[in-house]
Every structure is written in C-alpha cells, then in structure tokens.
DNA sequence: GAGCGGACTCGAAGCGCTTCGACGCCCGGT
DNA sequence: ACCGGGCGTCGAAGCGCTTCGAGTCCGCTC
C-alpha cells in the first residue's frame, strides 16, 4: 500500500488495524501489550513490528473503560481561599514528577472540601486513587474514601491512622527542636504564630499537633508559650501581631507555621525592634524565601518536592500491587539556623531585673 | 424495593438501571442527560427521579469512549530543572480553578520538551485540548499540536501567531515600564538580568523580547543598557552578578526578569552598596517576594492567577463552542514602586558611606 | 373520518480495549 | 502409531455510554 510515511493529522491507528496488519487476533495484541498471557516470541516480533510500523498507542479511555483501571491518580489541592503556602505547590510538584515517572497521569483539582465529589472522582473511573492534602483531624474525605474502599493517601494525617497511608511532615518535631533553639538561646516567652482560626477550628491536624506540642514544650522547657492564632495574609497577620507585642512586651521570639513569619516582621520593625537584637523569628515553613530575607530566616526545611514524590509512589505501588501494607512516613523537622534568632535580649535596663522563677536551662 | 439507603461501597448504579428503574430506553436517559434531543417532562420527570434515586453519575471512560471527547484538559509544566517560578504554580492554580468550574478535569503533567507526548494526549483521548507554556519562538510542541488539529492555548506565545490563542505577559511593555521609571530616577547605565543562557538559547520568547526591548528601548532613552543572562538559582546568579559589578562600575540599577534578584541582592550586600541608595533593584516577576523583602521590592504585578483562569477558560470555549476565533491577550505591565528603587547615586564623591538605612513604612 | 406531519421514543450498532473460555497444534509418552 | 496435555491463539462477550435510523403515537387538517 502506497501510503504517506507519517501523515500527522491522520487518525490514530487502533488495536484492531494492528492485529491486520500482524495476521494476528486483536486479543494477541492485547496480550502482547499487558503481557498477561504468555506470547510466542515469533508472534511478539510480528506485532511489535506492526505497531512500530503504525506508531500505535493505546486509547486511554477505552483501556479504561474495558479494564476499569484509569492508570491515573486524582490530587485535590487546598482551595484557594484556604492556605496556599508555596509547599503545596512543591507537593504537587513532586507528585507530578513521581506520576510521570510511573507512567500514570495526574489528575489535579481544588474542590476539596467535598466528600462525595471526592469519592466519586475514582467511583466514576476518572481516576484509580487519590492524593489528599491538609487532612483534618477527623476528616469526612477520608472516611468516605476508606468506607468506599478507594485507595488513597495522604499528606497530612487525621487523627485515627490505623491503615492509612500517609506522608506527614514532623510539626511535632519541628515545635521540639524549635522551642529547644530558642530556649538554648535564652528565650523565657515565646509565641506561636498558628495556623489562623478557622483552620484550627475545622481541625487541621497539623495545626492541632503544633498547638498541643507547643503547649507541651514549652511548659516543659519552663518557657512561657504564647498561642496565637494567625492569619497568613500579610496585612492581618500584622494586626494580630502587633495586638500581642503590645499586650505581651516580655515575649522576644515567635515561631510561625506558615508565612505568618512576614506580617511578623513588618510588625517587629513598625515597633522598632531589630530582628534578631530584640527579638527572634523563626518559620516551620520558610521556603523558599528563607534565604531571601535580610535577615535569613531560622526555620526548618523540608523535602517537600520528595514528600509529594513520595506520596504519588506510595499511591501507585498500592494500586499496581495487590495488599501492599500501609506506610507511613512522619518527614523529620531539620532546623537550618539562619540570621533571624540569636540570644535573648538582656531585660531592659530600667526595669529591676527580675530573678527568673522558672527552672534554670537544662542542658540538651 | 427494601434497599439499605445509601449503601456507600456499593457498585455506582448505570445508565442501563436508570433506564429500567424509569421504565424508559436506554437512550431516552441519555438525551435527559445531554439535552441532544427534545425529551417529554414526563419522561424527563422519570428518569430525573431515577437518577436523584439511585444517585446516579455518568462514568467517564466510557462518555470519553462514546463521544470522544474526554471533557478534560491537559496542562504541561515546565520541567522542574528549567525554570519554575512560583508564577508558573500560580497559572496553575488559576487553571485548575476555572477548569473545575467550567466541569472540566485537569490533567498535569511535566515532560513538556517532547511534541510526541503531547500530542499523543489528544490523540489518545486523554484530554480534548492543551494549555503550554514556556513558550518558545519556534516551539515545537505548537507546531505539532496545530499540524494535528489539536485544541489548544499559550500562556506565553510563540514568533508567528496568526490564529493561535495565546495569554501573555506584555514583557516588552514591562521593559518600556522598568525602564521609564528608572531613567525617571537619573540611572544612566542599567543593566538586565534576563533569563538564563539555556533558556535564550532554546528561544523562549519571553526572554527574548525582553533582551529585543530592552535594548532598543535602552537606546532610545539613552540609557547604557547591558544585557546579562542570569540563573535564576542564587549562588549562581551571585556569581554573574559579582562578575557585572565588578566589571559595570557605573551600573546603578538592574532589572530582573525572575528570582536572579535574590543573587543580586546577596550581591549587593556583599559588596557593600546599599539598596536603593547605592543601587536600585527592580524585578519583572517580583510576586510573591516583593513585599517580605526589606527594603520591598519594585516590581511588576502580574495577574498571574488570573491569566492562568483565562488560558484555562479560553481553552474550554473553543472546545465547546465551534469556530471560536483565536483569542490574544496580552496582560499588559503594571508597575508597583516599591522601597527598592530609588534615585540615581550621583557621581562617587569618594565613595561617601550612606546613611543607615532608612526605616521602611507601610504605605496604605 | 382518514391521512399526514411532527414530536418523541426506541433499539441497535458501535467507540477501542480487556478478558474469558475454547480450540488447535505439537510434542512426548507408551 | 495413538492419545493426552500444554502452550499459544482465537473469537466473542462485554465495559457504560453516545448516536443514528427507524418506528410510534398523537393531534390536526381537509
């Protein structure tokens, strides 16, 4: 047949024509492609050959709609309105690659407040599991996934974590080696700049966790730990801080959660206070503007791009193995101490110099 | 029927049962579902209440196999070691947004180099359309997907456009904007910190146009304009700019296409100029820094979020609608002066220090 | 009152692939 | 030489939906 050699526009070959054009039955070439019943090698020749020759590929929808597998996994972003921090974008980023990489497609898509539309993204064979991101305490998503049977995994974690799958990053971890860099330098009152209120109150478990380690912490070190609830956006995290300098003049450090650290420093330097002279910042999220600052910022840094990596491959394996057990991953805090902490400033000279009642230091 | 209500693990309910349950054919429920042909209320009471019953939801695969068309739309993202900047997250997110609320699904994906792939998206029926970006001046990608006949948008746009949709940044337009405002200001020599060589070479016409621009514009403000390709990473960017200083003493300011600002402040600062008495910094995609830094940084403010949208809902017009004409949008620069950029230092008396630097305030 | 057109509705044929059961062929055993 | 058993291969039956052509029934016209 006289044909052109590679006219583009022209329609995708189908399994059909190639098994003509190999002399073989459509179902070889099925079983040549998944391998799933074994195949003379003469005959995988013949229709390797013709594939090559057609530059077949499969139909996706069709390969799905017969096998009831998508090959691709759903991620459901935080909606816009709730917190976007940069690290949620690097999750998906690494969970981008890993898909690839795993020859699935990714799915990505906001909306996540919705159970039902959640479940019925796998349900109605869009995709084969789900990634979920700022995972509540007690989180309906989950729970209807897990009622469903869907496989899913999360970034993040809730509350009950028996059988769940999960790449988590340590906020309990990152409070300890926080408040143990702090009071290390000298701090005696310290604040946390959490998640702001409406996240806490729905129950986002890292904010829970942060809170309740925090507490914890600092009761233990004999720092006086101050909560607050914060809103990332610049302008009102500003209030809400300098709300607390003004009622809180003895605190000389803040740890943030998120970007909360930057009305933070606008509020610090409205009041005159020299970042690290008078006062301490530090982030438990801070890329990637950590370095930008001046100063540079003490946080921790997390592998965020291999977290959501992680979180896709662990989603694939479940789907292409059968009873794979949960993994769970808690992604250690690394404190990277940068210019924005340094010693506690020496209590101001006009006041008497009051003798601490709090235990003395303990060293680490 | 005696039914457990709302069975959740239960097989979703198909077309098929609708029909049986309303009493009608298979296709009569079909046309209620799309509307393709004219159905009695009664019928379309009936199987309403079947579908409202049974909680019934098409499934996917098998419309995309019927129709062929997937009612999804696949994104490519620059891969992760070209430049992603957090603006590219941001076209996403405005993506993903308005994709979801014009019931579309949005796949993603990096691997963006090979024309191959992407076309084979839409050939596949994995997708019905594309949005790229990073868009070269002879992109191949754009040559395939149009050969093919696929549906797709820019944002970012290619040499020859005639009939392609496209939403871009008005780099040009930011080159005239920057460069105004800083001859304004008395600079005389100015420098451009553009993309970085790689991407220059491979054509990326964002870059280009800046370079183009910024040099014809340079000339006629009489400005000294000097162009350098620049990483974006910062260590490597400190170096190309440490290089410039060292070699540009009379440069007084420098515009940034991306992040290379964070280099050159770091520069900057380990030279000992101060920003913006000693030199003025300015930067083409400052969001989301442009306000954490201190001093803030001038900058151009790009809808970024909402270009994304746009590319996204242009994209699914032209699928819906026939013969769409192409759509070309140019977001045009808006300039933000900020603390970063200042007057022209005049001539080194001897090399007077400046003053301590001045005490930013918020301005409303 | 019979005929006609229009408005709906139905059944069936796919879309491109997976998968199951059945069949044919070739080889070894006796 | 004959039979049994695999290994390979084939054909056909779907997967759940869209869509086309072919009715069916009704109301209306003359």
Same mark, same amino acid.
């Given at each position: 047949? @006289?044909?052109?050699?590679?006219?583009?526009?022209?329609?995708?070959?189908?399994?059909?024509? +190639?098994?003509? *054009?190999?002399?073989?039955?459509?179902? !070889?070439?099925?079983?040549?492609?998944?391998?799933? *019943?074994?195949?003379?090698?003469?005959?995988? =020749?013949?229709?390797?050959?013709?594939?090559?020759?057609? /530059?077949?590929?499969?139909?996706?929808?069709?390969? $799905?709609? @017969?096998?009831?597998?998508?090959? !691709?996994?759903?991620?459901?972003?935080?909606? &816009?309105?709730?917190?976007?921090?940069?690290?949620?974008?690097?999750?998906?980023?690494?969970?981008? =690659?890993?898909?690839?990489?795993? /020859?699935?497609?990714?799915?990505?898509?906001?909306?996540?407040?919705?159970?039902?539309?959640?479940?019925?993204?796998?349900?109605?064979?869009?995709?084969? %599991?789900?990634?979920?991101?700022?995972?509540?305490?007690?989180?309906?998503?989950?729970?209807?996934?897990?009622? /469903?049977?869907?496989?899913?995994?999360?970034?993040?974690?809730?509350?009950?974590?028996?059988?769940?799958?999960?790449?988590?990053?340590?906020?309990?971890?990152?409070?300890?080696?926080?408040?143990?860099?702090?009071?290390?330098?000298?701090?005696?009152?310290?604040?946390?700049?959490?998640?702001?209120?409406?996240?806490? /109150? $729905? %129950?986002?478990?890292?904010?829970?966790?942060?809170?309740?380690?925090?507490? *914890?912490?600092?009761?233990?070190?004999? +720092?006086?730990?101050?909560?607050?609830?914060?809103?990332?956006?610049?302008?009102?995290?500003?209030?809400?801080?300098?709300?607390?300098?003004?009622?809180?003049?003895?605190?000389?450090?803040?740890?943030?959660? %998120?970007?909360?650290?930057?009305?933070?420093?606008?509020?610090? *330097?409205?009041?005159?206070?020299?970042?690290?002279?008078?006062?301490?910042?530090?982030?438990? +999220?801070?890329?990637?503007?950590?370095?930008?600052? !001046?100063?540079?910022?003490?946080? +921790?840094?997390?592998?965020?791009?291999?977290?959501?990596?992680?979180?896709?491959?662990?989603?694939?394996?479940?789907?292409?193995?059968?009873?794979?057990?949960?993994?769970?991953?808690?992604? &250690?805090?690394?404190?990277?101490?940068?210019?924005?902490?340094?010693?506690?400033?020496?209590?101001?000279?006009?006041?008497?110099?009051?003798?601490?009642?709090?235990?003395?230091?303990?060293?680490?």
């Amino acid at each position: 047949m @006289a044909e052109l050699p590679n006219m583009a526009s022209t329609k995708p070959a189908t399994m059909a024509e +190639i098994a003509e *054009r190999a002399g073989v039955a459509l179902s !070889t070439v099925s079983y040549v492609l998944s391998g799933k *019943r074994p195949v003379s090698e003469k005959m995988r =020749q013949r229709v390797m050959a013709a594939i090559e020759e057609m /530059d077949y590929r499969p139909h996706g929808p069709a390969r $799905a709609l @017969a096998s009831g597998a998508s090959h !691709t996994i759903a991620l459901f972003m935080p909606s &816009p309105q709730w917190s976007v921090l940069p690290i949620h974008q690097t999750f998906v980023a690494g969970a981008t =690659q890993a898909t690839s990489a795993g /020859d699935y497609a990714l799915l990505l898509s906001t909306a996540a407040a919705d159970p039902e539309t959640i479940a019925e993204v796998v349900a109605r064979g869009r995709a084969d %599991g789900v990634i979920l991101m700022e995972t509540l305490t007690h989180d309906m998503r989950v729970e209807r996934l897990r009622q /469903d049977g869907h496989p899913f995994v999360l970034i993040g974690r809730t509350g009950a974590t028996d059988g769940i799958s999960y790449v988590d990053m340590d906020f309990g971890g990152a409070m300890d080696v926080g408040l143990a860099h702090l009071a290390r330098l000298g701090h005696t009152c310290v604040a946390l700049l959490n998640f702001p209120t409406d996240l806490l /109150d $729905a %129950g986002l478990t890292a904010a829970l966790i942060a809170r309740d380690r925090f507490e *914890r912490r600092s009761t233990e070190l004999g +720092i006086r730990g101050i909560h607050v609830p914060c809103p990332h956006e610049p302008h009102e995290a500003f209030e809400v801080v300098a709300r607390l300098l003004r009622s809180e003049p003895e605190c000389t450090a803040a740890l943030t959660t %998120g970007w909360q650290f930057t009305g933070l420093l606008a509020a610090l *330097r409205a009041s005159g206070k020299q970042v690290p002279e008078d006062f301490s910042v530090m982030s438990v +999220i801070a890329a990637p503007f950590a370095e930008m600052l !001046t100063p540079s910022l003490t946080g +921790i840094e997390w592998p965020a791009f291999e977290a959501g990596r992680m979180a896709a491959e662990m989603l694939i394996e479940q789907l292409t193995q059968r009873r794979v057990p949960a993994r769970q991953i808690l992604v &250690p805090a690394e404190l990277v101490v940068r210019e924005s902490t340094g010693p506690a400033p020496r209590k101001r000279a006009s006041g008497s110099p009051t003798r601490s009642r709090r235990q003395p230091q303990r060293s680490p």
